[in-house]
């Protein structure tokens, strides 16, 4: 191995390791992203002027153009929810339908149904989250566990199980041709032990909090609705979420007019029961919370740009086309690890198959199952994806208003730890057997 390259490995691994001590520490990632892409520009012979003003600077661009609209949208949407009752309705509905025993089991299944519907993760979370709040005050449990369930609901099974219209499974599909089903059973295996598992962990989590005698406080950053009677009814409260899961997945129109469709129905049908004096303030607070959400989920995207460009990356990559390991273990293992460096499933998944796709059409060629390939890679990008630089997490605890401190090792097991051993332990086996 090249001395280059070593060095350009030790600065990568140097870069993770500090952007997660510093995101621990609090450290705005304003701050972390850009050390940590200066950093590995020195470590890899990158120019540094350059790989900062241009590689690094093009990767937070990018993703601020394509997401800021779904940002904006999905946080005045969530908003308009939650100031005019209609997510307490929802959820004081849920809650009833199954009880304050099964809270974690309604918030999963609540995330899933939104996922596996196509709507972006962000606008999921501002969706779920005024109605998971109610759950969980009905529940009496503390706030910081509400992300690792709502995460574990949008980010594991329902992102890359067989089915779901999420990125892993349909950039799988148009990279190797295979249908959105592929891969069934070792998928519906690794999903239903995935589903599982998360309930169990989170109802074991909200048990130990309530031995710590800890319970639940209602954000204080959060508008509360004490009263119900007057809010919008049931099936009015749902009909915004509704017309924007269906348009989005049968009229296929861009997320951006169904999010606009979605609020103007919600404006309609919530007008009487939003607070008329408040609605400039809560416009305005929407859109300064959207773009420093999507400004701090932004900063460490850009870091992945960085992150591609150096020797260690290009050998990694090398090492896995030339791997004489099985085809399946290439998978698995290739999508973590593209996921896990660039801090992304999506962005993981698609710079994989950008190198490694012809390798996995040569496997089919050999008589390996592709659907098999399709389903491992989509299971292996939603696991290390989820280690603590990741973008998604910076944002999702800053619109729950959680820390990484309080909430982080929860993530951790549901949308790591889980996967990766659903993905390793159940859906591989299968694959190496019947494949």
């Known amino acids: 191995m090249d001395v280059s390259v070593i060095i350009s490995g030790l600065g990568l691994i140097a870069a ?58 999905g946080n005045i949407f969530g908003n308009i929810y939650q100031n005019s009752g209609a997510a307490a309705r929802i959820g004081d509905m849920i809650s009833k339908r199954f009880g304050a025993r099964h809270c974690m089991l309604a ?15 962000f606008v999921i979370i501002f969706s779920v989250y005024p109605i998971a709040l109610k759950l969980f005050e009905d529940a009496d449990i503390p706030t910081y566990l509400l992300p690792g369930i709502v995460c574990g609901g949008m980010w594991t099974f329902a992102m890359t199980g067989p089915f779901t219209p999420q990125i892993p499974n349909i950039v799988s599909m148009q990279y190797l041709g295979t249908p ?34 800890e319970h639940f406080q209602w954000p204080d950053e959060v508008r509360r609705i004490d009263n119900i009677d007057n809010a919008p009814g049931g099936i009015v409260s749902v009909i915004p979420i509704l017309a924007v899961l269906l348009i989005f997945n049968i009229a296929k129109l861009d997320i951006v007019i169904c999010l606009l469709i979605g609020i103007i129905l919600a404006l309609i049908l919530f007008w009487k029961h939003l607070p008329k004096p408040e609605m400039l303030d809560m416009f305005n607070s929407a859109a300064v919370t959207s773009i420093t959400v999507i ?54 998944i698609a710079l994989m198959y950008e190198t490694l796709s012809d390798a996995f059409l040569d496997y089919a060629n050999q008589g390996y199952n592709l659907g098999f390939i399709h389903r491992l890679c989509s299971d292996g990008s939603g696991g290390l994806d989820s280690l603590p630089w990741n973008g998604s997490i910076v944002s999702v605890f800053a619109i729950c208003h959680t820390t990484h401190k309080l909430s982080y090792k929860y993530n951790f097991v549901t949308c790591l730890v889980i996967p990766v051993a659903a993905t390793f332990l159940v859906a591989l086996p299968l694959c190496i057997i019947f494949g």
């Open 107 to 121: 918030c999963l299944i609540s995330a899933a149904i939104l996922s596996y519907g196509g709507i972006n993760s």
């Open 295 to 348: 400004i701090n989920t932004a900063v460490i995207v850009g870091f992945g740009s960085v992150a591609k460009a150096t020797p260690f990356y290009s050998y990694a990559t090398d090492v896995l086309l030339n791997s004489d390991a099985n085809p399946y273990i290439v998978a698995a293992f290739g999508a973590n690890i593209f996921a896990g460096i660039l801090g992304s499933a999506s962005g993981g």
């Open 180 to 213: 959105s089903y592929a891969g069934l059973l070792p998928g519906l295996s690794g999903a239903a032990v995935m589903a599982v598992s998360i309930v169990l962990f989170m109802k074991h989590a909200a048990k130990k909090a309530r031995l710590r005698d």
């Open 16 to 73: 993770l390791a500090g952007m997660a001590i510093l995101i621990f520490k609090r450290v705005s990632p304003i701050i972390i992203g850009p050390l940590a892409a200066i950093l590995v520009c020195l470590t890899s012979g990158e120019p540094l002027f350059k790989g900062v003003t241009e590689t690094y600077m093009s990767g937070v661009t990018g993703f601020f153009l394509s997401y800021f609209f779904i940002f904006l949208l």
